[in-house]
């Protein structure tokens, strides 16, 4: 079934789609962005996707069909969904005529719907409360909690913002870091949108009740800052501190998302932590990452909001010897640096690889002040045999005055033994 509608001076199909109706859409200016909305009209609630594609005034097709998702992911019986599409990407051929304004986009009848043939896929458990807005920056910050008595795992959000006429303007989602929260657990993060119109809002969590996820989260409290310091000509601030794995399993690929204190727009987001991929589990890892600043924050701190890892086994530590240092060049952010060298040795009766180590630096209260990863290679692949040792050598950032230094490698068993040290 066809109906039409208008959008500006052209006249598009309003498209159904089993009981998925695509109606309203708008544009705002002459390439674009759309917004359109859709309606479930059938009696079951559906995971919904638009397809379209987007032509010029010349009616040349811009885009190919593309997929676009809604908001919200599951469109109840009777509820209404939103999706934004923006102007393409266009790779315009030497001597082909440049694409004509204004530009279409249109609706394809091969939209996909599928019917939600269990419950663990869902909103219901998740809270969700818009806590501030920055219209400057262009972001809503959102806490999320989980008032469930389930885990909810691959947990995504989405937010619809309604203009003064009711009519949805804008659309923004976000994958929180780790999209793992547990029950009473809540979780603060922005969503980010094009322009901050006034308006309200309507927020949709959806999140996994089954098994399983590897990603294991952490407070982020388990993460202590102990020396920070602006670089890169006040664009940039450098963070160190201390890693406490507290999960009660080894993690690997440890990673973080953090902004400076009083300005969300200045972030990073699940960024790994290259110093120690590997943590045990009851130990520490001194740790570095450097977070975005606006030039003008005379005194800007770190604020940790998650911490996450992978669960791994068979990494073990391996014994460090001969750890000495000596001054270093300036690194290429104009920070003074100690070069640190040690030895790395195996102590069991099979050829390992090392697959990593970290060189810190500490002030004279035991704090973090500098820490740097090495990758070494001992032999090819990676391994070195019964009772090798390995030299490891690297550039520290000191942070700030340092008067010990401390070097962590770990290992394990290689995959795929190709050859012995």
């Known amino acids: 079934m066809k109906l039409l509608f208008r959008v500006g001076a052209l006249t598009i199909p309003l498209v159904f789609v089993g009981a998925i109706c695509v109606s309203g859409v708008r544009r705002h200016g002459d390439t674009g962005p759309w917004i359109g909305e859709v309606t479930n009209y059938g009696s079951e609630p559906a995971f919904t996707s638009v397809r379209g594609h987007v032509i010029d005034a010349a009616g040349r097709d811009l885009s190919g069909s593309r997929s676009f998702l809604i908001c919200p992911q599951v469109v109840a019986p009777g509820q209404h969904g939103a999706f934004e599409v923006f102007t393409p990407s266009v790779f315009q051929r030497e001597g082909a005529l440049a694409p004509a304004a204004p530009y279409t986009f249109v609706p394809d009848p091969g939209n996909s719907t599928r019917p939600v043939t269990d419950g663990s896929r869902t909103g219901d458990g998740l809270a969700t409360r818009i806590v501030s807005t920055d219209a400057a920056r262009r972001f809503a910050i959102v806490e999320m909690r989980n008032t469930s008595a389930s885990t909810f795992r691959d947990v995504t959000v989405c937010a619809n913002l309604r203009g003064s006429s009711g009519v949805v303007e804008e659309i923004g989602s976000r994958i929180p870091f780790p999209d793992t929260i547990r029950p009473g657990e809540a979780r603060t993060f922005p969503i980010f949108f094009n322009s901050l119109r006034n308006g309200t809002f309507d927020v949709f969590p959806i999140g996994s009740t089954g098994c399983c996820t590897a990603v294991v989260a952490e407070t982020s409290n388990n993460f202590t800052v102990t020396a920070a310091r602006i670089i890169d000509n006040g664009k940039a601030l450098r963070v160190a501190g201390e890693l406490r794995n507290g999960a009660g399993v080894d993690l690997l690929g440890v990673a973080l998302s953090a902004h400076v204190e009083g300005s969300w727009a200045d972030r990073i987001d699940n960024s790994a932590l290259t ?50 240092s000596s001054p270093g060049a300036p690194s290429a952010s104009g920070v003074m640096t100690k070069h640190v ?81």
Do not use: H, K, M
């Open 341 to 421: 060298t040690a030895t790395v040795s195996n102590p069991t009766a099979e050829l390992l690889s090392i697959e990593g180590a970290c060189l810190s630096l500490r002030d004279a209260q035991g704090r973090v002040v500098g820490a740097a990863p090495v990758y070494p290679i001992a032999a090819p692949f990676g391994g070195f045999g019964p009772g090798r040792t390995v030299q490891i050598a690297g550039d520290v950032e000191e942070l700030a005055p340092s008067v010990s230094l401390d070097v962590t490698a770990y290992g394990r068993p290689p995959q795929l033994i190709r050859g012995i040290d």
């Open 275 to 324: 110093c120690s991929r590997w943590v045990g589990a009851g130990t520490s890892s001194p740790e570095t990452f450097t977070l975005p600043l606006t030039p003008g924050d005379a005194n800007p701190s770190p604020a940790i909001e998650a911490l996450g890892g992978t669960r791994t086994e068979s990494y073990f530590a391996l014994p460090v010897t001969d750890v000495a």
